[in-house]
């Protein structure tokens, strides 16, 4: 048998059975449809709180994308990490800020994620919602300390991100916030 000197995680992973796959694909379609008493159940089984698919996505990921506030709220109470990214390095604050869902990123601040939710490139849930003109959203994020200077890979702040895509009042609104 020939091994590789330096295995990889994919070359050290068991195989999962196809039973294995069916119900791993069961439990992300539930945080999917925010299924909160049945991720409780599982939960109280002993399914890890940080599960994450092939895409890295965790249940907290896709719980809280979907806008599901009761099952992301389960899984932080039962130790979820608010600031787990997936495999892309996107944040669930970042999901719920491309979304316009405050009520979600005010949970997931106060289960004390990081505001800025950078991704590698970058980009922060505060330039993500100004892109997209959620303006109560940038006003959130700033009055919990994103920073309306930061920029990403390519040297773009929140205003000229907001200003590339378009955004009739993000770009004017972050201005006024980095000059007071």
Do not use: W
């Not at 990921?61 to 495999?87: F, K, V």
């Not at 700033?142 to 993000?170: I, L």
């Amino acid at each position: 048998m020939h091994t590789h000197p330096n295995p990889t995680d994919a070359d050290t992973r068991p195989e999962l059975d196809d039973a294995t796959r069916e119900f791993a694909t069961r439990v992300f379609d539930l945080a999917r449809a925010g299924d909160a008493s049945a991720l409780g159940f599982l939960l109280d089984q002993g399914l890890p709180p940080n599960l994450r698919n092939e895409k890295g996505d965790s249940l907290l990921m896709l719980a809280s994308y979907h806008g599901h506030l009761d099952a992301a709220r389960l899984l932080l109470e039962r130790g979820a990490d608010p600031d787990l990214r997936n495999t892309l390095g996107q944040t669930p604050i970042a999901g719920a800020a491309f979304k316009g869902q405050l009520p979600m990123i005010e949970l997931l601040v106060e289960y004390r994620a990081d505001v800025e939710g950078a991704s590698p490139d970058g980009r922060t849930a505060l330039m993500i919602a100004a892109m997209f003109n959620r303006t109560e959203i940038v006003d959130y994020l700033v009055a919990h300390g994103a920073d309306v200077r930061a920029q990403d890979a390519g040297g773009h702040d929140a205003a000229a991100a907001a200003a590339r895509m378009g955004a009739p009042d993000t770009p004017a609104q972050i201005e006024r916030l980095q000059q007071g």
